[in-house]
Nanobody, 119 residues
Framework: QVQLVESGGGLVQAGGSLRLSCVAS????????LGWFRQAPGKERERVAA????????SYADSVKGRFTISSDSAKNTVYLQMDSLKPEDTAVYYC????????????WGQGTQVTVSS
């Protein structure tokens, strides 16, 4: 079992920045790849960014490339999502998730944190 706890959401004006944090725990949490997903009202949940604990594999959705940065701190068991140049369309609930490296879809999810970008 892997537990994920997010923090760092909030309200920001367009063009601003936020940093989300996700603390992972559990017996084998460092086996899993960590990622950030988001879900806006009326839309499907989408993958935003993903990272392996070694940092060797990083990927981003096209919609956030050049604006968002995912990173990890293994000493703190924490994964971050630095979000810059935020746009109103980035408004969503953001979820931290843990995936088996051989799987496309996560097994474990955090509770989610709301990000609202005002225009």
């Amino acid at each position: 079992q892997v537990q994920l706890v997010e923090s760092g959401g909030g309200l920001v004006q367009a063009g601003g920045s936020l940093r989300l944090s996700c603390v992972a725990s559990g017996r084998t949490f460092n086996y899993y790849d960590l990622g950030w997903f988001r879900q806006a009202p009326g839309k499907e949940r989408e993958r935003v960014a993903a990272i392996s604990w070694s940092g060797g594999r990083i990927s981003y959705a096209d919609s956030v490339k050049g604006r968002f940065t995912i990173s990890s701190d293994s000493a703190k068991n924490t994964v971050y999502l630095q979000m810059d140049s935020l746009k109103p369309e980035d408004t969503a609930v953001y979820y931290c998730a843990a995936s088996d490296p051989s799987s496309d879809w996560p097994e474990y999810w955090g509770q989610g944190t709301q990000v609202t970008v005002s225009s």
